[in-house]
């Protein structure tokens, strides 16, 4: 009967954005709920109306690139607004205009660097299934293609900082990684054999606390561990003793503040507690909300090295855990 009247007196008080939210939610606290979606709209208003005609941000270099583009995008969308009606349908068209203007037609690369493609690339896999927008499918596809095309040149069998590297390092890898399981969820083919060629290369970065390193096992930290657990998770490969230590290192080292890169790290690490333990999870994410919320800014942003686009979309999707909207985010 409680929990009757607890659903009863939810529908009758949130808007609906926040309705169906609540849905998803796993938080049972009611004014928890309410607190992360009204910080998780400010930063949405904040995006809005930062963002310049042309549908980048102009806070400083980085909110011109392609692939910060994608990550505000993604924020955007994570929360559950409609992208063809409600307040933020200009704001996410416009941003999806800019990324697709930076795709090479010919190639298919989007922006200057792989860093740039995989998170683009990603937020085009996440918005294709919920839009009309009909270019979104043909520039998944290249974008797709390019990814498998980079890793086949490849020696290590993943990625670096351009399409024609022949080295490879994890920050760069896991973001090609996330967009092919994006683009997997979407519909499109991506081969096993690419996703455990990557994995392998994951692997032969792993140390024996867990913990993964850049190019080698050397000098692991919380965020390319974060990333070295999100990759196994996302190939379910739970099983495994690489995931399992992978998991290990992050309870026994994740912070929030990201050992210098607090927002990069934030939304890594996010994704990887959450998939990596329901209960860890419920400690992370309510630490995560206090200290967003104490360091939100009165216009909804929030700022960091890389600014304040980048800053706020990163620290948005930290959150957006508690929505699962978006396939990418769904356990």
Same mark, same amino acid.
């Given at each position: 009967m409680k929990s009757c009247l607890t659903l009863f007196f939810i529908w009758a008080v949130l808007p609906c954005n926040t309705l169906r939210a609540q849905k998803l939610f796993e938080e049972a606290n009611d004014d928890l709920v309410r607190q992360i979606d #009204?910080?998780?709209?400010?930063?949405? =208003?904040?995006? *809005?109306?930062?963002? !310049? =005609?042309? +549908?980048? %941000?102009?806070?400083?270099?980085? &909110?011109?690139? $392609? &692939?910060?583009?994608?990550?505000? !995008?993604?924020a955007l969308l994570a929360r559950g607004d409609d992208p063809e009606f409600g307040p933020y349908r200009l704001t996410v068209k416009r941003s999806l205009d800019y990324v697709l203007a930076r795709q090479d037609k010919k190639t298919g690369y989007i922006g200057s660097s792989m860093y740039n493609h995989g998170f683009a690339t990603l937020a085009? $896999?996440?918005?294709?299934g919920i839009t009309n927008d009909l270019r979104l499918g043909p520039a998944l596809q290249q974008a797709t293609d390019l990814i498998l095309g980079s890793q086949k040149g490849n020696t290590?069998?993943? %990625?670096?900082? &351009? /399409?024609?590297?022949?080295?490879?390092?994890t920050t760069v890898s896991g973001a090609q990684m996330v967009a092919l399981f994006a683009a997997r969820n979407a519909g499109l083919s991506v081969p096993e054999s690419a996703i455990e060629k990557a994995i392998e290369f994951f692997i032969s970065c792993q140390d024996s606390s867990g913990?993964?390193?850049? !190019?080698?096992? @050397? +000098? /692991?930290?919380? /965020? #390319?561990?974060?990333?070295?657990?999100?990759?196994?998770?996302?190939?379910?490969? !739970?099983? @495994?003793? *690489?995931?399992?230590?992978?998991?290990?290192?992050l309870m026994e080292n994740a912070s929030h503040d990201g050992q210098g890169h607090k927002f990069y790290s934030l939304y890594y690490t996010s994704q990887a507690v959450f998939r990596?333990? /329901?209960?860890? %999870? #419920?400690v992370w994410?309510?630490?995560?909300?206090? #200290?967003?919320? @104490?360091?939100?800014s009165d216009d909804?942003? %929030?700022? +960091?090295?890389? &600014?304040?686009?980048?800053?706020?979309?990163a620290a948005l999707l930290s959150l957006a855990l508690n929505y699962r909207y978006l396939p990418i985010y769904e356990r």
């Open positions: #009204r910080m998780y709209k400010n930063g949405l =208003d904040y995006l *809005a109306k930062s963002q !310049t =005609d042309g +549908g980048n %941000w102009s806070d400083n270099s980085y &909110g011109s690139e $392609a &692939g910060v583009v994608g990550l505000a !995008t993604l085009l $896999a996440e918005a294709y290590k069998g993943a %990625w670096r900082y &351009g /399409p024609e590297s022949k080295d490879a390092d913990g993964f390193g850049y !190019t080698s096992k @050397s +000098g /692991p930290n919380q /965020p #390319r561990s974060a990333i070295g657990c999100l990759v196994l998770a996302l190939s379910k490969d !739970t099983d @495994s003793k *690489a995931y399992k230590q992978s998991v290990k290192y990596a333990d /329901p209960s860890l %999870w #419920r994410n309510s630490k995560n909300v206090k #200290r967003l919320l @104490s360091s939100q909804g942003s %929030w700022s +960091g090295n890389y &600014g304040k686009a980048f800053s706020t979309s």
